[in-house]
């Protein structure tokens, strides 16, 4: 990534990672990603917040020798997942009188994942500040957005907030500012459901903090910067919200075209009835648009046969992320057909432990669906009506 100054002597030297398909051998990357790092320039100090993913490290050199930094006198760890603190050890050798400043969880994180010695770390508390000269920089500790050792670091003087993984976004954007609003929208939404969805409640209370902060900038460790914040701020007040919309997520998957069969009739009876529903054919589905999805639909309908004797495998896959993420969903089903028996909407159901909608009758039925068999399906697109308008989000 070229070096980009962000505010006066406020800089970003971090790396694009164009080509990286995979986050934690789990999430999907369609547009890569980046790992921001910034340099803050005071009249006397200069600090360093946050480094990048091991695998870019060579980025990260050739930026400082770049932006002609001799020394740095603090480097900041918002957070201690390696795509943002894997090249600290490096940076630590490299500036050996810098201070390593992080908060009191994060020291025994980079002390145990990245053999830091604890000698050269100082632990920040909540609003603590320190002086670069001219520029100061004041911490916010906001755990569980999605680790707990994460803190928020605040240029005062520049309004420029350092979000670490909030706010972030999985995109490799070469001009680093958020040029195609709705293409990052989506993006940043994309983000929010699959690492941030299920802190809601925590981030609420963080953003409350920061409320009163005269922010001009925020500054994420991944994706794009926000000069003026209003666009991502907006978002997650929606996406933290208990708003739910009139729409229904159908992750599904079918072996012999029974429960896809009943799930295109569930499609079909619920649009008929104005609601929007999504189908997800699970085997073939990008789990980061799943997750998208959950960020504000009212209802779920998981769809699956039975497999020997419980749901198939996908099911059991989607339900558990879905129980991971813990949407908001306010309402849940489950549907499908078996063969000879099996405990599917049993252990379905019981793996929702996280998440407490209100769970509808099931419709599963023996064999191919039948007339009988899709009038069910008719009732629970009624129900799932009922439900929605009782909510005030379906008239
Ligand atoms: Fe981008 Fe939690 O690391």
Redesign the pocket.
């Known amino acids: 990534m070229a070096v980009h100054e962000i505010a006066p002597d406020i800089f970003a030297i971090g790396a694009l990672d164009f080509d990286r398909r995979l986050f934690d051998g789990l999430i999907p990357l369609p547009q890569g990603t980046s790992y921001n790092s910034y340099l803050v320039r005071g009249k006397e100090k200069t600090a360093l917040i946050d480094t990048v993913d091991p695998s870019r490290e060579l980025d990260l050199v050739t930026n400082l020798v770049k932006s002609r930094v001799e020394k740095v006198d603090y480097i900041v760890v918002n957070?201690a997942?390696q795509?943002?603190s894997g090249s600290l050890p490096m940076m630590a050798e490299l500036f050996p009188t810098a201070r390593i400043l992080v908060s009191e969880k994060c020291l025994d994180l980079v002390v145990h994942l990245l053999d830091i010695d604890p000698a050269r770390c100082t632990v920040v508390s909540e609003q603590e500040s320190i002086d670069l000269g001219g520029k100061t920089l004041q911490f916010f500790m906001a755990p569980w957005v999605?680790?707990p050792e994460t803190m928020l670091t605040f240029a005062v003087e520049d309004g420029v907030l350092f979000s670490c993984?909030l706010f972030?976004t999985h995109m490799a954007e070469s001009t680093l500012t958020a040029r195609d609003k709705v293409q990052v929208y989506h993006s940043a939404k994309r983000y929010f459901a699959e690492i941030m969805m299920p802190f809601r409640k925590n981030i609420s209370e963080h953003m409350e903090k920061i409320k009163d902060l005269p922010l001009k900038t925020i500054a994420p460790?991944?994706g794009p910067v926000y000069s003026p914040p209003d666009l991502i701020l907006d978002a997650y007040r929606d996406w933290i919200s208990d708003r739910v919309s009139d729409e229904v997520v159908i992750p599904y998957v079918s072996m012999h075209g029974s429960t896809e069969k009943m799930v295109n009739h569930l499609v079909e009876a619920l649009i008929a009835r104005g609601i929007r529903a999504t189908p997800y054919n699970l085997p073939v589905t990008d789990i980061g648009e799943l997750a998208m999805s959950l960020v504000d639909a009212a209802t779920v309908v998981i769809g699956t046969p039975t497999l020997l004797f419980g749901p198939h495998p996908q099911a059991v896959y989607a339900t558990y992320l879905f129980n991971l993420l813990k949407p908001k969903t306010r309402f849940v089903a489950i549907i499908g057909s078996y063969g000879w028996g099996g405990k599917t909407v049993e252990t379905l159901q019981g793996m929702m432990t996280r998440v407490h909608p209100e769970v509808l009758d099931p419709v599963y039925i023996k064999g191919a669906p039948g007339t009988g068999d899709l009038k069910l399906i008719e009732s629970l697109a009624d129900t799932i009506e009922k439900k929605h308008r009782e909510i005030g989000i379906h008239s």
Do not use: A, K
């Open positions: 957070h997942e795509d943002h999605h680790w993984d972030g460790s991944h």
